[in-house]
């Protein structure tokens, strides 16, 4: 039970952190609702849902309720998919409301010694620099290679582990060697006619253990007819930061990011990953009460675009695609579709290629659980909500789940491996799709 001087703080932090407006803009019809999975998954439970989490917070800027543990729950258990806001006829921005209830939570209270000492390793540490994420990530690669991880799996010391965690550690990706982190080009000219000038926001997950994936990126690019210009200073695009509760750290690395991409002068700003993508079209409004960067915000929210809208804009999807009898479902990235609002380009591309098969499946725009680290500090509910999709999956009869995000890729993997359908069905990053599809197909017309 918080002390009555711990209330006052916590109250105080959610007036100052969050729009009051925007909660007022809720008119609690309900059309959230159906779209919300928590809500589902709790049985109905408007405690779960983005008009119960709206009064919560309201209730507790108006002084009527505390913040107690139910409070700080399901705020926790909400996976920030955005799914309710497409479907809000009042459009109540829920994912900034969110990341304000967050920050005044995180801010204010005392975290433990081990708390602090991990949230600081993490989003001090690791996260802000690629140099330091090379280094941890090839702490990956050593365990893989080296022959630990056999020596781990045939002494099951892993069945010590939460099964989630457990089942990904078989589904992670080789880690690509230290020499090919460290060593990617800055500047990649388009083969054939130059059609526009880009810059790449690398990332860092994508840029070190999904290396393969920015690889393909670029590659796709370059067929499309883009100069491409991938700023060394960039650095994370900080969602974790901001979904975290450390919303002046990620206010930080946003100026970072503006800077490097401003001086890259390009036509637009491509990403790869869903998560990241919504996050940086975010920075207008995460430094809307700045005067000295508002402005340099929005001009850069203003370029950023999906490698599948560039490609579209490009008629990437009119270029000689084909994949031998290849049976096909696309799984959204929440934070594409909800952030973004990128549905239709994906789809357009995936049912352009020729000799393959797309079958739309249902409840497609529903999260995976992935939702970031949820799946990790939330795996009941993630998994849940995982075993729901693989219902939707199985019921498609695909071969091969496409998805737009890290990972939502590593969470559909994760579904396959627990179906013990991996000798069935593959999940893979659209982009790799697309290069094998474009080389297949200008093979076959040469």
Known sequence: MKTTKEQASLRKAFKEHIDY??????????????????YAQTGNDEVHSPR???????????????VTEEVKESIDLCLGCRACEPVCPSGVKFGQLLEQAREAIYQTKKPSVKERVLRNLAFERVFPRHERMISTVGLLRFYQQSGLQRVTRKLGILKFFPEPMETMERVLPLVPKRKEMKHRPSRIKAKGESRMNVAFFSGCLMDTMFLRINHDTTKLLQYAGCNI??????????????????????REMAKENIMAFEEAEVDYIITNAGGCG?????????????????????????????????????????????????????QDSCHLRNGQRVYEDPRKLLRSIKGSHYIEMEQAD???????????????MAMKILDDK????KYTEAKVIVTTNPGCLLQMKLGIEREGLSDHIKAIHIVELLVEAFEQGNEQSS
């Open 278 to 330: 919504a996050f940086l079209v975010e920075y207008e409004n995460l430094l809307k009460e700045d005067p000295v960067w508002s402005k340099r915000a929005k001009a850069f929210t203003e370029k950023i675009r999906d490698i599948t809208s560039i490609l579209v804009e490009l008629d990437f999807h009119q270029k000689p695609l084909s994949l031998k009898n290849q049976w096909i479902t696309y």
């Open 21 to 38: 407006d925007e909660l007022l803009n809720c008119t609690r019809c309900g059309f959230c609702l159906p779209s919300c999975p928590t």
């Open 366 to 380: 529903q999260c995976c659980g992935s939702a970031g680290i949820y799946n990790l500090v939330q795996s009941e």
């Open 229 to 250: 210009v991938v700023p060394e200073a960039q650095v994370c695009c900080g969602a974790l930061h901001g979904h975290s509760g450390e919303g002046n750290r990620a």
């Open 52 to 66: 119960g989490r709206i009064a919560l917070m309201k209730g507790v800027v108006d002084g009527l309720i505390e």
């Open 390 to 393: 693989m219902k939707k999956v």
